[in-house]
């Protein structure tokens, strides 16, 4: 079940980030699409714990826009994704999100 819902979160990142899932007129955000579904998609997945991401997903999130993306994040897409640990992920890895930063109906404490 673990591969599943991994493949099912890379997904996500991909039609959010390719501009699929995504705010409608906004256009697509820049970034490693493959690499973010590969390297981070099990640390941002619910449920399970809030764990520190590896180099490679740092690697891929030093590299992508993710304001762009949290922009264009879609209720459905948040229903997959845990916000506290995309933050997590993206100050962990040196892209802090500033706080009151939107990301998707999330507003970053």
Do not use: W
Not at 16 to 42: N, R, W, Y
Not at 57 to 86: E, N, Y
């Amino acid at each position: 079940m673990v591969i599943g819902s991994r493949a099912l979160i890379g997904l996500i990142m991909i039609l959010v980030i390719s501009g699929t899932l995504l705010v409608p007129g906004q256009g697509t955000c820049q970034g490693d699409i493959e690499g973010l579904m590969k390297e981070c998609a099990v640390y941002v997945q619910r449920p399970g714990p809030k764990v520190n991401p590896s180099e490679a997903c740092c690697r891929v999130v030093k590299r992508s826009d993710i304001l762009c993306a949290c922009g264009r994040i879609t209720a459905s897409v948040q229903k997959m994704i845990d916000m506290d640990k995309v933050v997590h992920v993206t100050a962990f890895c040196g892209k802090p999100l500033a706080h009151g930063t939107k990301c998707g109906s999330y507003v970053v404490p």
